[in-house]
């Protein structure tokens, strides 16, 4: 059965640093891979679609990675801005589900 | 440019009541999706339909039914309300299931009392 997982839960980080989000999968067979922004009491924003055949998709200050043989994929975000803070989720399609993440709440301080 | 679109916004149900969910779509997609989203918990799929005139069950549909009117929308039934039925229901649609970007409403926070 496919698990997702993001560590951390929390990240708190001044304006202007560069951070990383992570993202892990148990099974490689994904057909593709999505992260998502969530506002308090507002829907989901889609960010990046990694297809299994990319390494990587880049959005502005956004980059997300997905190695599939080791689980993985991480978002990163350049320049961090207090308008950053959200919730990030990643999404894994595998076995024509979206399967999801807990989610990481980011803060950046001004 | 309105995409998808959930109604209501915010529900306070009482035990054993019965309410739908709405959600349309105008971006022409096959698939469309209801999840529910716990505090803590990622998102959990409902129900899907892959097509139109198709549903499906996802990974926790006990309680809830679907109707896939036409092609737009997308509706979601609670015949009998239970306080565990408390939380945030997020509608979706993308072109095709499983391997296209997927689109998201506002969510309905609902409340079972």
């Known amino acids: 059965k496919q698990e997702v997982t993001q560590i951390p839960a929390a990240l708190s980080v001044p304006e202007g640093e560069n951070l990383v989000l992570n993202c892990s999968f148990t099974?490689?067979?994904?057909?593709?891979l999505q992260w998502f922004r969530q506002d308090p009491g507002k829907g989901l924003t889609s960010l990046l679609l990694?297809?299994?055949s990319q390494r990587e998709q880049t959005s502005g200050r956004l980059n997300a990675s997905l190695d599939k043989s080791s689980g993985r994929s991480t978002l990163y975000i350049a320049a961090s801005q207090p308008g950053d803070s959200a919730t990030y989720l990643c999404?894994?399609?595998?076995?024509?589900?979206?399967?999801w993440g807990a989610g990481t709440k980011l803060i950046i301080k001004p | 440019n309105a995409g998808v679109t959930q109604t209501p916004k915010f529900q306070v149900l009482k035990t054993g009541q019965s309410m739908t969910l709405q959600c349309a779509q105008d971006?022409?997609?096959?698939?469309m999706y209801w999840y529910r989203q716990d505090p803590g918990m990622g998102l959990r799929l409902i129900y899907y339909?892959?097509?139109?005139?198709?549903?499906d069950k996802g990974e926790v549909p006990n309680g809830y039914n679907v109707s896939r009117l036409n092609k737009r929308e997308f509706s979601l039934r609670l015949e009998s309300a239970a306080p565990s039925q408390t939380s945030v229901y997020f509608c979706?649609?993308?072109?095709?299931?499983?391997?296209?970007?997927?689109?998201f409403g506002q969510g309905t926070r609902l409340t079972v009392v």
């Open positions: 099974d490689s067979a994904i057909y593709n």
């Open positions: 999404a894994v399609y595998s076995n024509y589900q979206l399967i």
């Open positions: 971006m022409n997609h096959n698939s």
């Open positions: 979706a649609s993308s072109e095709a299931t499983g391997r296209t970007e997927a689109f």
């Open positions: 990694i297809q299994s």
């Open positions: 339909s892959a097509s139109e005139g198709t549903t």
